[in-house]
């Protein structure tokens, strides 16, 4: 009988323990948490932060960010990375400027930067599985080759076509009071973290991530994963090209420069380990918009602007900092 009594004693603490473990196990709650405390600071600071014009500012900023960052975090759960999405996102824009240009209908000219993203994907997919070049040196090389055919064309002279109104609506309207391109986001993040939680695609490639041997001999085809989702980041992309060449109606030779790094930063604020096998859409989104707010409130506070990056290369560090502590005390 003591016995029995002493074997239900530790009942209490494993219950918490197990509470314990199932927090530690939501990965996107230290961004979250980041989140919710840089808005809280920068609401204190300036009284601008949280008006209506100034937030649909600072969500309309961050959206095209966080539209490429959704095929980001899923390259990055294979384990793998995209250093093209700037180039397909400026030469998507580009394609889609010189079809209007060329006076084709609205709807062929947006099917041209779609098909020009797929593309890129397409080539970064098979450098990758059939060639089997690293990801980091195939996707370099297709940035390169973006860029340069941007320039090729453009001779570094920006495209101003002549565009319908209802074209331009895309990256300048409103619903209601929320920009469009917030909009898609949002309906974007919905679409694909159902896909990826939900589907069997979305197992797929996190048991490609996570260990792509043992989901090679589980029947998983590895190789048609990755080529999936190289395809669905050059796609996803060239939907923030068109959107940002919607915008401001030019299409720039340095569009979407260096973007990639805003990208890659996003996912892995949000949680997406470059290791492969973790992440989620709803993470890097939340990655994204904790970087977008750190630079509004760089702004609104009057801080040097040159320090922008550094403060974001500080909040990257953390987050990841923290979910390393967070695995090793769930390890533990």
Avoid at 21 to 49: D, W
Wanted: some cysteine; hydrophobic content about 55%.
């Amino acid at each position: 009988m003591l016995e029995r009594q002493a074997t239900a004693v530790p009942v209490g603490p494993s219950r918490l323990s197990l509470g314990w473990t199932a927090v530690l196990k939501v990965r996107e709650l230290n961004v979250l948490m980041a989140l919710l405390l840089v808005v809280a600071l920068i609401s204190f600071s300036t009284p601008y932060f949280m008006t209506t014009d100034n937030l649909m500012g600072v969500f309309r900023s961050f959206s095209l960010i966080a539209i490429m960052s959704i095929g980001m975090v899923m390259v990055i759960i294979t384990g793998g990375i995209d250093l093209s999405v700037g180039s397909v996102m400026g030469l998507s824009s580009l394609v889609t400027a010189l079809g209007f240009q060329s006076g084709l209908p609205t709807i062929v000219c947006i099917l041209g930067g779609l098909v020009t993203g797929l593309l890129f994907g397409l080539f970064n997919g098979v450098l990758i599985t059939v060639v089997r070049l690293p990801p980091f040196i195939a996707t370099l090389g297709s940035l390169s080759i973006g860029r340069g055919l941007m320039y090729i064309i453009t001779h570094g002279v920006p495209l101003t076509p002549d565009t319908p109104d209802i074209f331009s609506q895309i990256g300048q309207g409103y619903v209601g009071l929320v920009p469009i391109p917030v909009v898609i986001m949002l309906a974007m993040t919905i679409i694909f973290s159902i896909l990826m939680r939900k589907t069997r695609f979305g197992r797929h490639v996190y048991a490609t991530g996570g260990n792509e041997l043992a989901a090679r001999l589980s029947g998983v085809k590895t190789a048609r994963v990755k080529l999936l989702v190289y395809m669905l980041s050059g796609l996803i992309a060239s939907i923030a090209g068109i959107i940002s060449f919607s915008r401001y109606l030019s299409a720039e030779p340095a569009s979407g420069f260096g973007a990639e790094l805003d990208v890659i930063a996003a996912a892995a604020i949000g949680g997406a380990s470059l290791a492969g096998g973790v992440g989620s859409v709803e993470g890097a989104i939340i990655g994204a918009a904790l970087a977008g707010i750190i630079a509004n409130g760089v702004v609104l506070m009057n801080i040097d602007t040159y320090a922008q990056q550094a403060i974001t290369g500080a909040v990257i560090l953390i987050a990841v900092s923290l979910d390393v502590w967070r695995n090793r005390a769930r390890g533990g």
